[in-house]
């Protein structure tokens, strides 16, 4: 892969003390200690990992579509398509996801709270007297083999890694470069990748994994994406290998080394994908099919959604659409990697000017997908969405909510199963858009509980009474699986990785299984999954 062991040895201390800045795996310790671990490496450490991110960052970039590909797929079904007609024939799009998704009314019971001054005398907060209304953007629904936002994160980078692919065989010949894709043992970017890139497009795409806290739904994507004919995956029981694909990725020198998508998808591919759902939304809003929405929450992990949102209501403004009017109206970033929230709490990680020289922060991302939508002939929203930034998005960086990284905190926890019990949802002006039967909603520990903990808190506040306040719902619906026999990849995977797996517990009434390795079956656990279509 054109990379010696030398650069190996380095990217095992810059991964390591990367993963402990990111992740937050470094428990309790302050950026103090963390420089101290450093030691007077630490500068070149910090460089190296910008490097390395910024290399993810770039590696699928933008491309136009193929004949193929405009052949096969209306612009017209692409929100940006549709408000910037021009960019179809310049940014490749495959569509993905089966749009709209549709916005719900919803209604649970009020969590707990500090006080109760904000509540109406005699009524007791979490109790069936006591309720917060709401709104959700059922991103879940997007599609029936994997929902979620990252559908919308992938329509133009599965689409720009196959135009590039067509390109790189045609002037080097031999076979499509493969498609690394990074993220934690129960990151919804792997599955979705896998899903929609290799079962769907053909694609050869290898899941990269690190390690995140046990938890039942981390293991359930873990599985899912073994079950899809994935022929390489490299995860941190096996750390060298792993260094090796990544740094190969980002540093080898070869035509043919792996694409490599980076944590989230966050590049500018992936936010513009994003964009589309706040001009789908504006386009609800103009059809009278929901009202004007004053806030909209959803939770940040790479920040490749809340940057496309930012941008999207951004654009929707600019160009003059009847929605997101209200002067109060707020971007509600909430943070679910709790390192990145006490950076944020102590230097305005992000959201200060200075971030924008990092990857992974909403500066950044805002910044260099403005300029790709320059150079593709769109309009110049930078100053714009810095404005939106500044002054219309809040960060809910509170410790408490964000707890750690990958699971419930006890707050989100305990909240989740009062949505459970108390939650009713009904699409707006009856319709469903099709589906048929309509999935329940749940709140995972590791993105959404947190997020929707934030928003019924905020809807609890006097000022807050009466607003209509919607919820971004982030994971998907469904819980994919394919015709690969998981249950025998995950029995061969390192024993690591295996304790790690077999360690997570249901924190859903929704969501019963369990995962063992030694003593279990499959059968504990496939009741959760659906076999997708094509994989019979």
Same mark, same amino acid.
């Not at 949102?309 to 990697?337: M, N, W």
């Given at each position: ?37 450093? %030691? ?23 491309? !136009? ?72 953007? $059922? ?101 060298? !290998? ?52 004053? %806030? ?20 929707? $403004? ?40 990092? !990857? ?6 805002? $910044? ?111 819980? !994919? ?56």
């Amino acid at each position: 892969m054109g990379i010696g062991t030398g650069p190996v040895v380095l990217g095992a201390g810059v991964a390591a003390l990367g993963y402990a800045l990111a992740k937050g795996v470094v428990r309790g310790a302050t950026l103090t200690s963390v420089a101290i671990v450093g %030691g007077g490496l630490s500068v070149g450490y910090l460089t190296m990992i910008k490097v390395l991110l910024e290399r993810m960052h770039s590696s699928v970039g933008i491309a !136009p579509p193929t004949p193929t590909q405009q052949a096969d797929e209306d612009p017209t079904k692409h929100a940006l398509f549709r408000h910037l007609p021009g960019l179809s024939t310049k940014l490749a799009w495959r569509r993905l996801g089966t749009f709209p998704t549709p916005v719900h009314r919803g209604e649970c019971g009020a969590p707990p709270t500090p006080s109760s001054a904000t509540l109406p005398e005699g009524t007791v907060s979490g109790s069936s007297a006591e309720t917060v209304r709401f709104y959700v953007k $059922r991103e879940d629904l997007s599609s029936p083999l994997y929902g979620g936002n990252k559908v919308r994160t992938l329509e133009h980078q599965i689409a720009v890694v196959e135009a590039t692919n067509e390109a790189h065989t045609a002037t080097h010949g031999g076979r499509p470069r493969d498609l690394l894709v990074f993220g934690s043992g129960g990151s919804n970017q792997v599955v979705a990748t896998i899903v929609h890139g290799l079962h769907r497009f053909g694609m050869s795409v290898s899941p990269v994994w690190v390690p995140d806290p046990p938890d039942l739904d981390n293991t359930l994507n873990m599985l899912s994406a073994l079950s899809f004919p994935i022929q390489n995956w490299y995860s941190w029981g096996a750390p060298f !290998p792993m260094l090796s694909a990544v740094f190969g990725a980002a540093f080898g020198s070869s035509a043919s080394r792996p694409i490599l998508l980076p944590m989230g998808g966050n590049n500018p591919s992936g936010v513009l994908g994003q964009i589309a759902g706040p001009l789908e939304l504006a386009e609800q809003i103009e059809r009278g099919e929901v009202p004007d929405i004053d %806030g909209i929450y959803v939770a940040v992990g790479s920040g490749c959604t809340v940057s496309g949102i930012i941008l999207g209501v951004t654009l929707a $403004r600019h160009l003059g659409l009847h929605a997101f009017q209200s002067p109060d109206f707020k971007i509600h970033a909430c943070p679910i990697v709790d390192t990145f929230a006490t950076l944020h709490r102590g230097t305005g990680f992000y959201t200060a000017a200075w971030s924008q020289y990092f !990857p992974l922060t909403i500066q950044h991302s805002i $910044r260099r997908t403005c300029e790709a939508l320059v150079k593709l002939g769109g309009p110049d929203i930078l100053e714009e969405a810095l404005e939106m930034l500044a002054h219309h998005t809040d960060v809910h960086d509170d410790a408490s909510i964000i707890g750690t990284y990958g699971v419930h905190s006890e707050t989100s926890r305990t909240f989740a199963k009062l949505f459970d019990d108390t939650v009713t949802l009904t699409p707006v002006n009856g319709a469903d858009h099709g589906i048929d039967p309509l999935p329940r909603m749940w709140l995972c520990g590791h993105f959404c509980a947190k997020a929707f903990y934030a928003m019924a808190t905020d809807l609890q506040k006097p000022q807050n009474r009466g607003k209509n306040l919607l919820f971004w719902q982030t994971k998907s619906a469904v819980q !994919p699986r394919g015709a690969e026999d998981e249950w025998s990849r995950m029995q061969a995977m390192p024993s690591v990785v295996q304790t790690w797996a077999c360690k997570g517990k249901a924190e859903s009434k929704l969501r019963p299984g369990s995962v063992d390795t030694n003593a279990g079956t499959a059968e504990d656990y496939r009741g959760l999954t659906t076999r997708v279509k094509g994989a019979e």
